[in-house]
């Protein structure tokens, strides 16, 4: 993954709840679930960890200790969705440094049943709270809240300069909604026409309903250990062949103004070196898609089209499955479940594996993950080492 | 819209919410580099430089971005529904989110010229607003 490593990173297990709304389960519950299901994947137990990441997960002591664990390694991260590709990047450090052997990642958001809204509120996760937008609370008495709103001021932006469409955003919500319904585990199944994204009600204007991501309950884990070491599991490894941080915070309490293309050029022009790989070879993508405009500001940031050219480039359908870059093959965030990032994660993992049924990419060899925000990361995994 | 949330009781923002009820526009400016900046901070993320002093900005910029809430987060704002929010770039060099308020039928647009204006919405309480500025 980078030129120094001793034990190049793979992911051995993934684990994933079922999506929906669990009353009776909390984070700490909806954790330990995915965290079996991904033990169980790999064929590890609870002993080998040497190491845990949580995310989203209120306490990381009460966690491990419910789990019956003392890791020599453990990092607790915000519930914010960037924090995804930054676990990874940081497991795939520990491992590939000779730090930990097994690293387990484990994500839980009870989102649904808590009643978790992405505006007003302060709960760390609405309003912004300090993810899109720092000073956010400032502007609560003129009505400014949500990272949906956020992002709709940066769509409204793009549409003034390019002349980007309704109807081209429309695309990515169709493309995923099919996706989705290719994906048994998927919140939503039901696909949609574009003319039924258009009749949707608005939310944020520009932004209408399908624009926006889901709000449930599930969970995640993942077991990153060392190449050589997944080597001997239950499932072929998936490599992590490159993983990249950027960031954009200098005036970050507002829309940037190049929609954050600086720090997704930056970790493009990283994460391929490190990968021996260019964008023009990724079989798969996977792209953080809170709101529909985030794919769009990511497809150009990471280069597969020029800037102010991703909503033509995505109406010719090349997000599709049957098309150049098939992306969120499990629906995605807007559709399968939002999972900050996970999910994607997984689906990378089990697209590289060819566990993927009636939504497989064929035979894929390099799958890439990519987020947008003011800290961008992105993860290429490839189904073979370097 | 009388109960809109109120901001951060922030003892460094003060200056600025007291002037706004004077209407007047106070926004911090760096006095070893030059540069504003706002909400206050206590020392410039450009130069480091700790310590700030209050100026008054000239209410004038332009409009860079805009939206329109059709979904009330707060209950306050439901009967407001749907409402504009602004995205201003005042001359002076910050930013700041606010509201637009103009005549019936005229509507916000990316790059129009703005004027602050100052609203009293509660007792303890005048936002810094937007119209036209022709």
Known sequence: MNRSEMYPPAVAGVGTTRYGRFPDLDAYDLGQWALREALDDCGLTHADLDGLIVNRIPSYGRFAELCGIDPRYTLATPGHGRFSGVCIQTAALLVSSGTVDTVALVYANDGASAGTTYGGDASGYGGAAGAYGTTDAHWAPYGMTSPGAFHALMMQRHMHLYGTTPEQLGEIAVTFRRHASLNPGAVKRQPFSLDDYLAARFICEPLRLFDYCLINDGAVAMIITSAERARDLRQPPVYIRGASQASSFTGSSFPPEDFWAAPMQAVAKDVYAMAGFGPQDMDGLMIYDNFTPTVLFTLEGFGFCPQGEGGRWIADGHLRLEGAFPANTSGGHLSESYLQGWGLNVEAVRQLRGQCGERQIRTPHAIQYMAASPVVTSVIYGRTPA | ?134
Not at chain 2, 12 to 28: D, F, K, Y
Not at chain 2, 98 to 121: E, T
């Open chain 2, 1 to 134: 819209m009388i109960d809109v949330p109120m901001p951060p009781d922030d003892p460094a923002n003060r200056p600025h919410w007291e002037a706004a009820r004077r209407s007047v526009l106070l926004i911090q400016r760096c006095p070893a580099c030059g540069r504003c900046r706002f909400p206050a901070a206590r020392s410039c993320a450009h130069c480091h430089h700790v310590g700030g002093d209050w100026i008054e900005a000239s209410g004038l910029g332009v409009i860079e971005s805009f939206c329109m809430f059709h979904k009330a987060y707060w209950p306050a704002f439901q009967a407001a529904l749907p409402y504009t929010v602004i995205q201003v770039k005042l001359r002076e060099g910050i930013r700041v989110m606010s509201n637009f308020v103009a005549s019936p039928g005229k509507s916000p647009s990316i790059g129009l010229p703005v004027r602050a204006r100052f609203d009293p919405v509660r007792p303890d309480l005048t936002l810094v607003r937007f119209e036209p500025h022709v």
